[in-house]
C-alpha cells in the first residue's frame, strides 16, 4: 500500500504546477491525502475530481478559500468521516477520514500559529482537544495511517535553523511535548523515523530568502500510524523533483493490503 500525502497550499494553485499530471502519473499509489485545499467542492479542477479513476472526498472549510482537506483511495471506502467533534476545527474542514474496515487513513491540517497570537491560540485549542480523538482511534481496535501537515517540528533534527526557533510557532516546547506524547503515551508511531534518521529531510520551505535552494526548511508533514501497520513500512521518500506548493509530498510505501 502505498500512501501519499501534500499540503497544497491551494488545490488549483497546485493543479497550475502539475499536481493532477503527477498524480496520473505517480505509481501504485492506493491514497492520496491533501491539505489546504483552499477552495469549495464546485471549485476543485476536473482532473482532480477522480484522478486515476479514484474515489474522491472532499472537506472544504466553510470561510471560502480557506484551509480544507481531501482524500483520494483507489478502493472505496466504507465510510468516510468529516469531523472529530469540535465544530471550530471540522468548520474549517480539517479532518477527513476514509474508512477501509480493517484501516482508516486520515487526511489532518493542524493550524498554523505563525500568523499571530489568536492564530496560534487556536492552535492550542486544537492541541487540547485531538488527542481525545487519537486515543479513542486507538481503541477501535484496527489499524490507523494519520496523514497530514502538523505544523509543528518535533526534534532539533526537523529543522535547519533550531537554535533561532525555539520562541517561535512550530518549534514551541509544548507543541513538541505535544506530538512526544502522541508517539509515547498514545502510541502513534512517526512512521518516516522509522525509516530515515538522515538530517535535513524536511518538507516545507520558507518563499523568503531562497530557503528552497539552499534546503533551509522544517519537516512538517508526518505519517503517523497505529504500531502495527508502522511496522510493515518499508520505504519513504520526500517528493522533489517537481515543486507544487511550499511543501513537498511525503510518499510511503507499507507491506500491508488496503
Known amino acids: 500500500m502505498r500512501i501519499v500525502t501534500l499540503n497544497a497550499n491551494g488545490i488549483r494553485s497546485a493543479n497550475n504546477k502539475g499536481l493532477a499530471n503527477w498524480m496520473n ?9 491533501l491539505q ?11 482532473e482532480l475530481l477522480r484522478p486515476k479513476k ?15 482537506t481531501a482524500l483520494w483511495s483507489k478502493q472505496k471506502p466504507v465510510n468516510v468521516i468529516k469531523e472529530f467533534g469540535v465544530g471550530e476545527f471540522d468548520r474549517e474542514g480539517r479532518y477527513l477520514e476514509a ?6 487513513v486520515v487526511s489532518l491540517y493542524l493550524p498554523s500559529g505563525a500568523a499571530g497570537p489568536e492564530r496560534q491560540a487556536s492552535k492550542d485549542r486544537f492541541l487540547v482537544e485531538f488527542p481525545k480523538h487519537l486515543r479513542a482511534l486507538r481503541k477501535r481496535g484496527k489499524e490507523v495511517v494519520i496523514c ?9 533534527i526537523d529543522l535547519k ?25 498514545i502510541g502513534f508511531v512517526d512512521v ?20 528552497y535552494a539552499n534546503n533551509v526548511g522544517w519537516r512538517l508533514d508526518y505519517q503517523i500510524a497505529t504500531p502495527g501497520i508502522a511496522a510493515t513500512a518499508k520505504k519513504a521518500q520526500i517528493y522533489l523533483e517537481e515543486k507544487f506548493s511550499d511543501h513537498a509530498p511525503l510518499i510511503i510505501d507499507y507491506d500491508f493490503a488496503l
Open 148 to 156: 497530514g501537515d502538523f505544523n509543528i517540528a518535533h526534534k532539533e
Open 25 to 33: 502519473s505517480l505509481r501504485g499509489w492506493d491514497v492520496f491525502c
Open 99 to 104: 474508512d477501509f474496515g480493517h484501516v482508516a
Open 161 to 185: 535553523n533550531y537554535k533561532s526557533n525555539k520562541k517561535n510557532s512550530g518549534f514551541l516546547p509544548h507543541e513538541r511535548e505535544w506530538l512526544t506524547h502522541v508517539f509515547d503515551e
Open 192 to 211: 518516516f523515523r522509522t525509516l530515515d534518521q538522515r538530517a535535513e529531510q524536511y518538507t516545507w520551505w520558507s518563499n523568503r530568502g531562497n530557503a
Open 54 to 68: 479514484s474515489h474522491g472526498h472532499f472537506h472544504p472549510a466553510e470561510k471560502k478559500g480557506y484551509a480544507g
Open 36 to 46: 489546504e485545499m483552499k477552495a469549495n467542492v464546485e471549485d476543485v479542477p476536473e
